[in-house]
């Protein structure tokens, strides 16, 4: 009886460092994401937010990477995506200039209400009225949308993952 006590014991105890592994590695890799993002592509101040894994909300997910752009960055933005580097970590592409004539489904019932819910109504209207301004530059790419103003300040990547 006694070793199934400490068999079960075991278990409990490997699956509770499982899954605290788990968390302290999401949590990592949430806090690097918008570096490895923005590092080497534009040039920037503060991180924003930076999101690679939320928290999943009605099945689905958002993964969202915000910085505030340096005064002193290029007003033109970066024209292609850095070699090599993963899809989930990339930046840039053809841009169109900002403000961004239409947005499939970026407020209403469209798939970025999931992403609005999980950053929250304060960022996530803070970046809707940067793309709305004038002298920026946008990509809407799928389920994501890259966004590029030295205007308004800030820089972002974000992916709908439903």
Request: with cysteine; net charge positive.
């Given at each position: 009886?006694?070793l199934?006590?400490?068999?079960?014991?075991?278990?409990?105890?490997?699956?509770?460092?499982?899954?605290?592994?788990?968390?302290v590695?999401?949590?990592v890799?949430?806090?690097?994401?918008a570096?490895r993002?923005?590092?080497?592509?534009?040039?920037y101040?503060?991180?924003?937010?930076?999101?690679?894994?939320?928290?999943?909300?009605?099945?689905?997910?958002?993964?969202?990477?915000?910085?505030?752009?340096?005064?002193?960055?290029?007003?033109?933005?970066?024209?292609?995506?850095?070699?090599?580097?993963?899809?989930?970590?990339?930046?840039?592409?053809?841009?169109?200039?900002?403000?961004?004539?239409?947005?499939?489904?970026?407020?209403?019932?469209?798939?970025?209400?999931?992403?609005?819910?999980?950053?929250?109504?304060?960022?996530?209207?803070?970046?809707?009225?940067?793309?709305?301004?004038?002298?920026?530059?946008?990509?809407?790419?799928?389920?994501?949308?890259?966004?590029?103003?030295?205007?308004?300040?800030?820089?972002f990547?974000?992916?709908?993952?439903?």
């Amino acid at each position: 009886m006694r070793l199934l006590r400490d068999m079960a014991l075991g278990i409990v105890a490997v699956v509770a460092l499982f899954f605290a592994t788990y968390r302290v590695g999401v949590w990592v890799d949430n806090r690097g994401y918008a570096a490895r993002v923005f590092d080497e592509v534009v040039r920037y101040n503060n991180v924003v937010a930076s999101v690679r894994w939320s928290r999943k909300m009605y099945g689905s997910h958002c993964s969202y990477a915000v910085v505030e752009i340096s005064p002193d960055a290029p007003v033109v933005p970066p024209s292609r995506l850095p070699i090599g580097r993963e899809e989930i970590h990339s930046f840039g592409g053809p841009w169109a200039p900002t403000p961004a004539a239409r947005l499939d489904g970026w407020t209403g019932d469209g798939p970025w209400t999931i992403c609005r819910l999980i950053m929250g109504d304060k960022l996530f209207e803070r970046l809707d009225r940067a793309l709305r301004l004038p002298d920026g530059w946008w990509i809407e790419r799928g389920s994501e949308v890259h966004f590029y103003s030295v205007a308004a300040g800030l820089a972002f990547r974000i992916r709908d993952l439903t």
